[in-house]
């Protein structure tokens, strides 16, 4: 059985579940499933991230797209974007910028991003899926990687769209689910199961740089914590520091 049935059927019975519902025919038909064929699926060998292999691509992330998204604070999403761009410039990734209408709708990309990311160009497009605008894709084919991490407002369609196209591509994509934001909680959950049917493997913007940063012994392993800027690591260090006294 091929691997994307095997996802659309947990994504059915997660939806079910999401939506309070739980048909036995739909149950039944997916543990059925599960006790059938999963055995037999060969898991993929794991072929971690690395600077050498992965992009970034940042989509949408505008002031007027900020101003409706509720399952983060505005706060914390500006946080969490900047963290990965910076994390992911310390590790000497491709990063490509693209917004949308953004004279006409949805404004400039929020400014804490472009100061975070001098001399990196904004492509401004109007195809609602990124991949489908012939400068954003080539710039991402350009990059010549193969694995690419999305982040996107909003989740579900501008991570999730060119994300879901990548797959189909034949390429690995990633999407940092809190450095996207969306404007319900109906909209992230079926956005995520969306993409998990896809192939989309869904991560947080931390995780994603520290695994491409592999060896906290690596020069770059500063700027990266830096960047990410995890509250706790600070009184973590501030500990090692005065027990180092």
């Known amino acids: 059985m091929e691997r994307r049935q095997f996802l659309q059927s947990t994504g059915l019975g997660a939806a079910a579940t999401m939506l309070g519902v739980a048909p036995l025919t739909a149950a039944t038909t ?20 690395t600077s050498e292999n992965a992009a970034l691509i940042l989509i949408d992330h505008q002031v007027g797209l900020m101003t409706g998204v509720r399952d983060y604070s505005t706060g914390e999403l500006k946080h969490n974007v900047v963290g990965l761009a910076k994390a992911a410039k310390a590790l000497k990734l491709p990063i490509i910028v693209t917004t949308t209408a953004r004279d006409s709708m949805w404004g400039p990309t929020f400014p804490e991003l472009v100061e975070a990311l001098p ?18 894709a080539q710039a991402i084919t350009a990059t010549g990687r193969k694995k690419l991490i999305f982040a996107g407002i ?23 689910v809190d450095a ?23 991560s947080d913007y931390a995780t994603l740089m520290v695994e491409i940063l592999k060896d ?30």
């Open 119 to 136: 001399g990196v160009p904004i492509i401004d497009r109007s195809p609602v899926n990124a991949f489908d605008d012939p400068k954003v």
């Open 180 to 202: 996207s934001g969306t404007f319900s909680e109906t909209k992230r959950q079926v956005g995520l199961l969306r993409m998990l049917q896809a192939g989309v493997i869904l």
């Open 30 to 49: 997916h543990l059925s499933f599960l006790k059938e064929n999963v055995m037999s699926e060969q898991p993929r060998p794991y072929e971690p991230l």
């Open 216 to 245: 906290n012994a690596r020069p770059e392993a500063g700027p990266v914590y830096a960047a990410i800027d995890m509250p706790w690591a600070k009184l973590v260090g501030q500990i090692a520091q005065a027990y180092g006294k």
């Open 154 to 176: 909003s989740l579900e369609v501008c991570a999730a769209f060119p994300a879901i196209t990548a797959v189909g591509n034949g390429l690995d994509a990633y999407v940092a």
